[in-house]
């Protein structure tokens, strides 16, 4: 333990289960030599890993909210940690070298990105840039962040810019839309540079043996409970009892509802509170093959509620109405599609020249709803049976008139989704007549990329703060980029080691915008 309270017995408190509280638990057991009985995570959900999730059953269908781009040249701080986390299928290995392993098997090297109305292949071994767009594009990388403050990537590049092959590709990979903050995009530009020159291919991206849940989260979670860590689920935080005395902000309670009783922790002024504040799930819903998803709107969040009450007139806590006000500009729809037939994967093999688990998205280019999806290499889930199939897919514009079903995707069911990507493959709907297609809705999926001022986002350790800090998606990390799994861990390892006052380095940033091939592979991309 630390010495700083290596004679004080204390406990941690982590609001959510999510990776950011699982990864903040391993630090502070592995680097600061905290016991694990002395650290609780308390999650609302039934199950720890937040948004990282995936569940299900071959008979009903998996479900995954979504799966978020892995590389192993960026991810310093999560490929750090999982160095040390075991893996659960591998005797002597770790998640990072069966990780290592398994994409040494699969690589990535996708051959049909972009798909058009003709079902034809699009090229993408150019990048469609006029002039403008790259000097715009080149103006945009170099800003300084101030100056952009909270304009948005359409304040920044010309409308033509919007309909080249690049902006398709990056879009779809990354999730963002025109409306969102120039300043993240830019800072995509600098992080993601090596993916700029390979980004028709998705060479750079890794994958997990399995979804993220069974193949980061789970081994993860079986390591902190093998180490005394307490994990409480079902447990609501309600509020947080403070102080605040000559500018000193102290956590002293905590309010619970868990097991449908209400529970007040005394927290000691020794004693450590992290909050994941907001999330980018908070108030999903399932639909189902007969029945679109419900339409919750902020009336039904939860994780937003404390760091609202927090914030207020405390600008050091952030800002968080720059984020969760406009769903209609944050929200977009994924699916989960369960086949016992192989029809659909041996088309979609054939015409795409990929085996599942070595293409990437494919992006239906003239979708109405901007719909891509991608075929994981198979089984998905460890308990997934041999002749069931999964697959995921999701759209950017939900909220469009689909081109062969006439409604939003929003107001769409299972079977609606199904028939609409029928229609842009020009497969027979008899590909997909197994298939068992559960849409999500997420109102909040790309709230961290909306426009936002310095400050809207608080230091994982606010100024003041005596034993509180916050970890999520939406604090400040300079020079990483959020809608990572790195983001959450990053800003994990940062909170800890700043409390538990640990004397050892943080991984930096790797720098690979100021590699001179990387900058000469991007500018020759960006010329063809």
């Not at 004679?7 to 903040?24: M, R, V």
């Not at 995570?41 to 937040?50: D, K, N, Q, W």
């Not at 978020?68 to 701080?77: I, P």
């Not at 709907?429 to 809207?456: K, N, W």
Request: net charge negative; charged share 20%; hydrophobic share 40%.
């Amino acid at each position: 333990m630390h010495p700083k309270h290596e004679n004080q017995p204390f406990q941690a408190y982590l609001i959510g289960g999510g990776i950011g509280s699982l990864a903040a638990a391993a630090f502070m057991v592995r680097d600061g030599g905290v016991p694990g009985r002395c650290i609780t995570i308390l999650e609302a959900a039934s199950v720890m890993g937040g948004s990282l999730d995936g569940a299900g059953h071959p008979d009903h269908g998996y479900s995954l909210r979504g799966g978020r781009m892995l590389t192993t040249d960026n991810y310093e701080c999560t490929w750090g940690l999982f160095r040390s986390i075991p893996s659960l299928e591998h005797a002597g290995q770790t998640v990072f070298d069966e990780t290592v392993a398994f994409n040494a098997l699969h690589q990535a090297n996708a051959m049909a990105r972009l798909i058009d109305c003709r079902r034809a292949k699009v090229p993408v071994h150019a990048m469609g840039f006029s002039l403008q767009d790259r000097l715009e594009l080149l103006q945009l990388s170099r800003a300084d962040e101030a100056e952009l403050g909270a304009r948005c990537i359409t304040d920044c590049l010309s409308p033509s810019f919007f309909e080249t092959e690049f902006w398709f590709l990056w879009s779809t990979t990354f999730a963002f839309q025109p409306w969102h903050s120039a300043v993240e995009f830019r800072r995509y530009l600098h992080r993601f540079l090596l993916e700029f020159s390979r980004i028709e291919t998705l060479a750079g991206v890794k994958r997990t043996v399995y979804n993220q849940y069974d193949s980061l989260v789970l081994p993860l979670q079986r390591w902190l409970e093998a180490q005394g860590v307490r994990l409480v689920a079902d447990c609501t935080v309600t509020d947080i009892d403070h102080h605040d005395r000559d500018g000193v902000f102290t956590v002293t309670g905590l309010h619970c509802q868990h097991a449908g009783r209400c529970e007040r922790i005394l927290v000691q002024p020794d004693d450590l509170v992290f909050l994941q504040n907001g999330s980018m799930t908070d108030a999903s819903s399932l639909g189902s093959m007969t029945a679109a998803p419900a339409k919750r709107t902020k009336a039904d969040s939860v994780s937003w509620t404390l760091w609202e009450r927090l914030a207020r007139d405390r600008p050091a806590f952030g800002n968080p109405a720059a984020f969760n006000q406009c769903i209609a500009q944050s929200y977009w729809e994924s699916f989960t599609v369960t086949l016992t037939d192989p029809r659909f994967f041996d088309a979609m093999q054939r015409f795409t020249g990929n085996e599942a688990g070595t293409g990437g998205l494919v992006t239906f280019k003239d979708s109405n709803w901007l719909m891509s999806i991608v075929l994981a290499h198979q089984p998905h889930f460890p308990d997934q049976p041999a002749g069931v199939q999964v697959f995921w897919g999701y759209a950017l514009f939900p909220d469009q008139i689909g081109n062969f079903v006439a409604k939003p995707m929003a107001d769409c069911n299972g079977e609606e989704i199904l028939r609409e990507l029928c229609g842009h493959l020009r497969f027979d709907l008899e590909t997909v007549a197994s298939g068992h297609c559960i849409p999500c809705r997420m109102p909040y999926l790309t709230s961290m990329f909306m426009p936002r001022l310095p400050g809207d986002r608080p230091l994982p350790v606010p100024p003041g703060s005596k034993n509180f800090a916050f970890i999520s998606q939406f604090v400040e990390v300079p020079e990483d980029v959020v809608f990572t799994v790195e983001y959450s861990v990053r800003a994990a390892q940062m909170a800890v080691y700043q409390l538990l006052e640990i004397d050892l380095p943080i991984p930096p940033v790797t720098r690979h915008d100021q590699s001179l091939h990387a900058q000469f592979d991007a500018l020759v991309k960006s010329l063809q």
